[in-house]
């Protein structure tokens, strides 16, 4: 019998013990979606923000949500962006996974959330729900959990309550509507 130790900060000796990896791979997943999404989902209004979530994104997954991004560019989004001063925010609800049937992906992977856009006129929430797959890849750095993020859609984005803010002088007025 073979035991190890490990010496703390203080010079403790304890004892190390084995995990089995397979134990934890679940909530793994769930944190490389949960930061694919942060990336994606909340920036600032910067070309150096924006284009550094996109490339963190990016490295997380597949050639999907370089689509997305396209498409966004495509659309404008980004610069309109820089353009107005918009940040995003993104808050995650909840995150749902299913053992996966398709060769090579562990898991479906389903994100429930909020989106915030924040714009010198008005704050908007929208609720989320993407879905993609995740399989197992090569632990880095930039992706200690070891996942990749393949096939990432946004199933729904709607808008749930948005705030109209008030102008430099103090007389706009301050509404909140829903829808």
């Not at 990336?39 to 994104?57: Q, V």
Request: glycine content about 6%.
């Amino acid at each position: 019998i073979l035991f190890i130790f490990v010496a703390d900060s203080q010079n403790t000796l304890l004892l190390a013990l084995a995990n089995n990896i397979a134990t934890n791979r679940g909530n793994e997943a769930k944190a490389v979606v949960s930061k694919l999404h942060t990336h994606l989902f909340y920036m600032s209004p910067t070309s150096s923000a924006i284009e550094g979530g996109i490339k963190s994104a990016c490295d997380l997954s597949d050639a999907s949500v370089k689509q997305y991004c396209d498409k966004m560019r495509e659309s404008g989004w980004y610069n309109k962006m820089m353009a107005e001063g918009i940040s995003t925010e993104f808050m995650p609800d909840s995150i749902v996974l299913y053992q996966s049937d398709i060769q090579g992906y562990d898991y479906i992977v389903r994100l429930y959330g909020k989106t915030c856009t924040i714009t010198p006129t008005i704050i908007e929430f929208k609720r989320i729900e993407t879905s993609c797959y995740v399989e197992e890849q090569r632990r880095t750095i930039d992706n200690p959990n070891g996942y990749k993020c393949c096939n990432f859609a946004v199933n729904k984005m709607e808008r749930i309550r948005f705030f109209e803010r008030e102008n430099e002088e103090g007389n706009g007025n301050r509404r909140t509507r829903k829808g």
